[in-house]
């Protein structure tokens, strides 16, 4: 077991993330406050823990498993410089955990959990810097980084340092490096889908087009990009937009429904549902998104917050509807607040604006 002389920031930083603890969790695992982890962490080798912190490090340290002292030893071990990092690449035994970890990272992810997905994912991408892998670990250092950009799209961090946007260009620059074509591909998707939320309507709607036909994709992320045009148009404040949106998400439908894509047919109800209330037929949006509640798949906060913000939309353009839309858009926005969810919050507020919500 490795022995600490004595604690620093970084130390204990190391054994945080070895022992797979967020900072609030490895604070109440300690007994300090969560802003005094925060401080040695920022401070790193510079700072000195107190002599009874130091005890409480040496113990937690001496408790853990074999595992996590081992991966606490390569963390400290590790060193920023690119000569460093090349000597300390991936082992055996870190690839099937690193593995396994990618997929309790997208679960954790599914739920918005994303503390706990952030944690799992930001200890193999700190570890193990893109010089020091080698063409295994960059595979899986490039899929760590577009679950990082889904955990970050999902929060609203969209573009600018620390945000999803940087998350995805990096994975496309590592799946291009392997010539993963596919992966390339449904990097381009997921950037695409970030223009979009940004508000770039005609622009991600040509991306989609252009990738709605690209044999690089499956064809299941091919009619996600198909209906994912008629999102952008159905925003698009053009009478032919919407017509035109209708009828590229209806053949999106046809194509989930024919590759028994059951979520994805589910969320193109969704969609329809408010394609049909921007051309101001609510009768069919209301039946559109009962079809999308009553085949959902799943009951993740991200789910529930867009049917519900979907249906208190259609509740709230008609003035008989207006006092139930106003409840269902209530509940939606406290989900959301709930988890995080920003870009979900910020597309709430739009509607209570554009709808006169008090």
Not at 322 to 342: P, S, T, Y
Request: glycine share 8%; with cysteine; aromatic share 6%.
């Amino acid at each position: 077991m490795t022995v600490v002389r004595r604690w620093t920031g970084a130390e204990a930083r190391a054994l945080r993330m070895a022992l797979r603890f967020s900072v609030r969790g490895f604070a109440e695992h300690l007994g300090v406050a969560a802003r005094t982890v925060s401080k040695w962490e920022a401070a790193g080798a510079a700072t000195f823990p107190r002599p009874e912190t130091q005890a409480m490090l040496d113990t937690v340290l001496s408790r853990a498993d074999g595992a996590a002292q081992q991966v606490f030893e390569m963390l400290c071990r590790t060193d920023a410089s690119p000569s460093a990092a090349a000597a300390w690449r991936p082992q055996g035994w870190e690839f099937e955990t690193w593995t396994d970890d990618l997929e309790r990272a997208s679960v954790a992810l599914s739920r918005q959990d994303f503390g706990s997905a952030s944690v799992l994912l930001e200890r193999w991408l700190m570890r193990f810097p893109e010089a020091g892998v080698d063409e295994r670990g960059g595979y899986l250092r490039a899929r760590s980084l577009i679950l990082q950009g889904g955990i970050r799209r999902d929060q609203g961090r969209l573009v600018g340092p620390g945000s999803a946007r940087a998350s995805f260009l990096a994975a496309r620059e590592g799946f291009a490096r392997l010539g993963i074509d596919s992966r390339v591909a449904q990097t381009d998707l997921g950037l695409v889908v970030l223009e979009e939320m940004g508000g770039d309507l005609e622009s991600s709607a040509r991306g989609y087009r252009g990738l709605s036909t690209d044999e690089r994709l499956s064809e299941r992320d091919r009619a996600l990009a198909l209906l994912w045009v008629g999102t952008a148009l159905s925003k698009v404040p053009r009478p032919d937009a919407a017509q035109h949106a209708l009828t590229t998400m209806a053949a999106a439908s046809e194509a989930f429904e024919r590759l028994d894509e059951a979520a994805d047919w589910s969320v193109a109800q969704q969609k329809l549902a408010l394609a049909h209330r921007a051309r101001g037929d609510l009768g069919q949006a209301l039946a559109f998104i009962d079809l999308a509640e009553r085949n959902r798949i799943n009951d993740s906060p991200l789910q529930l917050v867009r049917l519900n913000s979907a249906r208190a939309h259609i509740l709230l353009t008609d003035p008989a509807t207006r006092n139930e839309g106003a409840q269902v858009i209530d509940r939606a926005r406290e989900m959301a607040a709930l988890h995080g969810l920003r870009h979900q919050l910020d597309s709430i507020r739009r509607i209570r604006t554009a709808m006169s919500v008090a």
